[in-house]
């Protein structure tokens, strides 16, 4: 079982920064690491993610102030700057392991695991 360890969330005044941390003692890489977002009142969107291999995703509204990145194998961080009002959240580290397999009529068989982390509340406010 991978269980993710969130650290790092709390309030900033507008245009400060923050940076969340989440790592696990789950032994093997993780294919995907990264972070989402709940506002209250919308449906949980993606902020940033990052492979094993280095590829990184943003959400347009984060492009050029967020960056992701990945240590240790399984540790990911979130710098957050310039923060607004509309970056309020509670925000979730996300994995996902991915495993594939080969029936023996040779179709290729590939599941994907998704763990989530507790959540950390990030507010932004004057």
């Known amino acids: 079982q991978v269980q993710l360890v969130e650290s790092g969330g709390g309030l900033v005044q507008p245009g400060g920064s923050l940076r969340l941390s989440c790592t696990t003692s789950?032994?093997?890489?993780?294919?995907?690491m990264g972070w989402y977002r709940q506002a209250p009142g919308k449906q949980r969107e993606l902020v940033a993610n990052i492979s094993s291999g280095g590829t990184i995703n943003y959400a347009d509204s984060v492009q050029g102030r967020f960056t992701i990145s990945r240590a240790n194998k399984n540790t990911v961080y979130l710098q957050m700057n310039n923060l607004s009002p509309e970056d309020t959240a509670v925000y979730y580290c996300h994995a996902r392991r991915i495993t594939t397999g080969l029936r023996p009529s040779k179709e290729v068989i590939r599941n994907e695991y998704d763990y989530w982390g507790q959540g950390t509340q990030v507010t932004v406010s004057s």
């Open positions: 789950y032994i093997f890489s993780l294919d995907i």
